[in-house]
C-alpha cells in the first residue's frame, strides 16, 4: 500500500482557508422553506435585499460563529490540534464576534478585519432554517467574507502546516480563485498536504470544471458527501461516482449522514465506518466536524479507520445541538468514546 | 376573597418595561467565575473596558436575545397573548438582532433604535457563564438601553393593556426612574395592573428603600425569588420574608427554584405550587418565564393556581436549554401539558 502520510517537522496542523461567516439559525416549518422558494438541505448565495426580507420573515434566532473551513478549524482545536483560519471578517459587530468565537476556540487567527468604507457590506452571514427533520437550508450573504485576497496567503503559515484545508465554497467569489492558486502553489512548494471539500452539490454544479481539475492535479484528501460526489460526475449512482473518484486523490472520504462514511484509497481500498448514532436536532456542520474529526486522526498518525472513526464522532456531535461549532471538548469525547 | 382581577376593555394584555439586551452565553468552569472575581448566580454591572477583558477571556459564545422583562415579553407572546415591550437598542447590528427577535417572537416593539452620536454606546449586550452546575453569572454591558426616557413612555399604551410589568434592573439606570413613575402615575389612571420583579438579589441590595416604597404603594403582583424577597427584607429565613411581603401586594410570586413556587394573597391566602420537572441546562431567563406563564394565565382569567403552573411549565423549559428565550410554542406545550 502506497498511503499518503502527512510531512515530517511542521509546527502546525492544519491552516483552514474559506469564508468567515455568523450563522443566524432558526426553527421553521417546511412550509416557511416553500414560501420563500428555497431548496432544502442546499446553500443558497442571497443579495443584501434578500437578506432583509428573509430575515425580517425568519422566527426568533441565535446568532453562533459558522463557516465550513472554520467549523473545521475549531473542531480540529476541540481535537487538540493546532489550526490556523484564514478568512475575512469587517470590522463590525458579528466581525468581533467571529474573531472572538475562533480564537476562543484555540484557532489562530490573524487576518485583519477590513474597515472604514471596504467594510461596508458587512462581514457574511448565512440565514439558517432548520426544519422538524433536523435540515438545515442555508441563504448565505458573503459580505466582505468574499473579499480574500492572495496578499492574506502566508506562504510561511502553509509551509509550517501538515495540511491545507480548502472549502469549495470559496470558488462563489470570483476574486478568491487567485487566493486558491496562491494557497494550493504555497503548499505544494512545501510539501503541504492539500485537502478539498465540494461544500455542497449546488456549489459543484457551478464550478463542476473546475472541481474536477483541481481534484485531478492538487488534491490529496477529498471530503465530499453522497449528493456533492454524484453532482461532480453527474450520476444518480453513488457507486458510480466512488468509481469515478478512485486514482483522482490519495484519500477520499465520502459521508453518507446516517449511514456513515466511506473512505476510499488510490489503491482502491474502501474502508466502512459507521455513523455514531445522535439525537439528531441540526445537521449544521455535519460535513465540516467529520472534516475536522478525520483530519485530527490523520495529521496524528492515526489509521484511516481510526482517523474517519473520529470524524463520525464530531459529527455525532455537532447534529446534536442547534450550530455548527462543538459545544464539548472533542477531545475528551473521543477519550470517552473510545 | 378579594382577589385582584383584569381590568375589562383592554386591546392588549402585558407592557413590558425594561433593559433591551442580547445575551452572550457560553458554558465555564467554576474555576472561570472565581479568576475573575465573579459571584456566581448574580448579575453585575460592568463597563466597557471590563466588558472587553470578560468577553476576550469567554469561551466561544452564542448570542441570543435577552433581557428579563423582554425575555417576559417573548414568552408571554409565546403562550398567545397580545403583548408590548418598551425598551432602547441602538442602531447596530445586536440592535437589529434584538429588534428582529422580539418582533419575530410576536411582541409589538416600535421605540426607535438611537443613531449617531447618542448611539456610541452600543446596544446593551449580557455576558453570561454557564457553569456545569447550569447556573448562570451575568455581566452586563448596559450601553444604550440606559437611555430610556419618560418620552418613550406611551400613556395610550399602558392604558390599553391589563398589566405593566417593570424589571427591577432598570432601577440601575438613573434616569429610568422618571420612565418607571411615568408609567406607573399612566398605570394607575387607566386601572392597568402594576406588576414588578425584584430580578436579582444585588439588584434589590442597591436599591432596597425605593424598592420597600414601590412595592408599598404601587405594585398589585410581585415577582421575586428566594434570594430576592430574603435580600428586600434584609432577613435569612424565607419564612420571615414570606410574613412580611403578605398585605403589600395583592399577589406575589415567590419562586424557589426546583421547589416550585408560592402564590400568595393579600387575604394570607398560600398557594404552592410545584415545579415542572426538566432536563437542566442553563438557568437563564427562569424568573422571566414563570412571570411569563403566570401573567398570561392571570391576564386570561384562569385561577392563582392554574397561573402559577402556567409559570412552572414556562420556566421548565427556558432551563433545558441555552438561551433566556423559549424555543417551542408554550401555548401548544401547555394544551399538551394540561
New interface residues.
Partial sequence: MNLLTPPEGRSIDVVCVGMAIVDVL??AEDTFLESHAMIKGSMDLIDTERALSV??A????????GGSAANTA?GLASFGGAVAFVGKVAE???GA?FA???R??GVAFDIEPLSGSEAAA?TARCLILVTPDAQRTMNTYLGVAASLRPIDIDGALIASAKVLYIEGYLWDDPGAKDVIRTAIAAAREAGTRVSFTLSDGFCVDRHRAEFLELIAGDVDILFANESEICSLYETAEFEEAVSKVVGHVAVACLTRSEHGSIILTADGDRIEIPAVPATLVDTTGAGDLYAAGFLSGWTTGQSLAESGRMGSLAAGEVISHL?A?P?VSLNELWKDHR
Same sequence: chains 1, 2.
Fill in positions: 432558526a426553527h430575515y425580517a425568519m422566527p426568533p434566532a441565535i446568532e453562533v460563529s475549531a463590525d459587530e458579528l464576534v472572538h468565537d475562533i476562543a476556540a458587512g450550530g461549532r459545544q
